[in-house]
Every structure is written in C-alpha cells, then in structure tokens.
C-alpha cells in the first residue's frame, strides 16, 4: 500500500512515498520463501513507479497554472508582444513604456528587435542613442545616432534631437573639456574720463576743476574667458564646473583710468532629473572677484551661489541667485575708496 502525504501547500513528498512503499514491503511475510520475497519486492517497484507517476502528474498541473497565471498577472504590453510577436504597435508601446519606468534594457532590447525587422528607421536608431546615453555607453550612443542622421525618414525636428545628442555625447567622451573665448582692440574714446563738458557750470557759480572735466583718449583692451568642465561618467550626469573671465583696458594717456576686472566662479552641478537629457540641473558655486584701478588694487569680494539651467522649448534659461561680500582700497589716484 502506499500512502501518499501532502504538505501544507498540496504537493506531494516523493521521499514519504517511497518511504510507506519500503515499510510495506519490508513489513510482509517471509513464509513464501524466495517466492514470497521476489513478489513483494516486484509489489513494491510497482508501487513505486505509481507514486511516481502521481508525481509527475501533479507537477504537470501546478506547472500549467502557474503558465497562465502567470500571463494573467503580467504587464499587459508585454503579454501583447508574447501573445502576438509580430506586431509592431505593441511592441514599440512596450519599449517606450519600459524607457519610461526606467527598465532601459528590456527597453533596448526591445528597440533593437525593432531594427532588425527594419533597419532603416531614424527614429528607431535615435531611441537607442537616448537610452545607450542615459546608460553611459557613449561611444555606442554616438553610433546610433551617427547611423540615424544616413537613415531617409529623419525629419528637420528630428534630425535636431539627434545632432544636440551627438554633441553632448561627443562631449562626455572627453571627461575633461575646455573652451574658452578672447577678444582685444584699440578702442577711442571722446570721454574717456567721464567728466562733465568745459562749459559746466555748478550751481554755486564755481567752474569744475580741470581734472574731472571731459577729456578723449585711446586705450587698448582686451578680454578673454575659459571654461573648464569635469564629466564624473556617472549616469546621474554629476560634472564640476569652473570658469574665469578677465578684462584689461589700459590708456594712452589717461593713466588713473586704467582698469582691470577678474571674476572666477567653480562648483559642482547635480541633474535633478538623472536620466533627462532635458531634464533641470543645478549648480551650487562659489565666486571670487577683484578689481584694479590705475592700475592699483581697488576691489575684492568673496561669496557663492546657486544657478538652475533648463530649458523652455529652444530657449535655454539660467537664473540664479548670488551673494557677495565686497570690500575696496584706498589708491593715491582715489584715496576715498
């Protein structure tokens, strides 16, 4: 006889079964000789192989529903591209609804199945660029997006998308970048002091002294900015920024009017929306500054602040907030600072 046990859950102990079919077989009576063991023991392979196949068959059922619970209890999107393979619909909403929730591979290799059904699709190749980028796979990024550029359906929005993505991804394959600008010239000035016209009058009928009066000059001036920005290569998008801007003008003639400006800024930036490539950043920084005037020291100020950068459609917006503390010297040329 055997005795199969179920557990708590409904599936069966095969050890127990065999178990209860060795008792039995083990139990029976010796009195039959070698007779009476060889049909116990042909009796108890019997009982055996039937346990077995209870086994079997019961795994068999627990493992068809589980099958259907399991379509049942799926995504939907996804239960449509299982269900029906070779339809396009579904399995392009599928790949957009996993880029969305943050699933980017299912979503990459969803995208590339898409390609291999149709190699020519620009947008096609432009989504993987998007979602290589948000994973940190530059260089492959760069290829989707160079090969989507060649393909025919690109339209002129399109082909903007992709060329500001192949910009920023051929700037995070350098992790450290550098631009900068400069300009410089000779410049006249027919006031070069700022002073009042020869014919003022003050209110008190006194003349204006000759030092402050209007008086032109030549000067030289010139100007140069560098930007230098770290990339961390992290997918959250972390870079540290620095920057310096510097102006010199110096006079032909008018020597207490030469001037000099000095303004570095340096401070990380954060994506407040990792993965965006749109998406709104922002930059906590500190600034330092300092001012020459003829040529001696005059001003110098230390302070931080914040910046937001985002965008509004093609229009790039950077407000910020900025507090600086400032002090000034006194020079011979201008002893009241």
């Known amino acids: 006889m055997v005795y199969a046990l179920l557990r708590g859950d409904g599936s069966v102990s095969p050890s127990e079964i065999v178990r209860s079919g060795a008792a039995t077989g083990v139990g029976g009576r010796h009195s039959g000789g070698n007779r009476h063991n060889t049909c116990t023991f042909t009796r108890l392979i019997a009982e055996v192989a039937g346990a077995a196949a209870l086994v079997v068959a019961f795994t068999a059922t627990v493992s068809a529903q589980s099958g259907s619970d399991f379509l049942n209890n799926i995504d939907p999107l996804f239960g449509g591209v299982l269900a029906h393979p070779g339809n396009l619909d579904n399995t392009i909403q599928y790949a957009a609804s996993a880029a969305a929730h943050g699933d980017i591979e299912s979503a990459i290799s969803t995208y590339e199945q898409l390609r291999f059904y149709n190699p020519r699709l620009g947008a096609t190749r432009y989504q993987l660029g998007v979602l290589y980028y948000q994973l940190g796979s530059y260089a492959q990024a760069r290829g989707y997006l160079q090969t989507a550029l060649e393909m025919p359906d690109v339209t002129p929005e399109l082909r903007q998308k992709i060329e500001d993505l192949l910009e920023l991804a051929n700037k995070k394959l350098q992790p450290d970048q550098f631009s900068g600008f400069a300009q410089t ?3 006249y000035q027919s006031n070069a002091s700022l002073g009042a016209g020869s014919q003022t009058v003050l209110a008190s009928g006194g003349t204006i002294n000759s030092n402050f009066l209007a008086r032109p000059d030549w000067n030289w ?3 140069v900015g560098v930007n230098y920005v770290h990339d961390f290569q992290t997918q959250t998008g972390e870079t540290f920024e620095a920057s310096v801007i510097a102006y010199d003008a110096q006079q032909f003639s008018l020597h207490q009017f030469d001037i000099g400006l000095l303004e570095i800024r340096a401070g990380p ?5 990792p993965g965006d490539i ?11 500054t300092g001012a020459t005037l003829a040529d001696a020291p005059y001003m110098g100020g230390i302070g931080g602040g914040l910046t937001l950068h985002g965008k509004a459609g093609n229009v790039s917006l950077d407000p910020y907030v900025e507090v600086v503390q400032q002090s000034f010297r006194n020079s011979s040329f201008y002893p009241p600072a």
Do not use: D, H, M
């Open 221 to 223: 001036f010139g100007t």
């Open 278 to 288: 749109n998406g709104l950043t922002v930059k906590p920084y500190v600034v330092a």
């Open 185 to 187: 010239g000779l410049r």
């Open 269 to 273: 930036r954060f994506a407040l929306s």
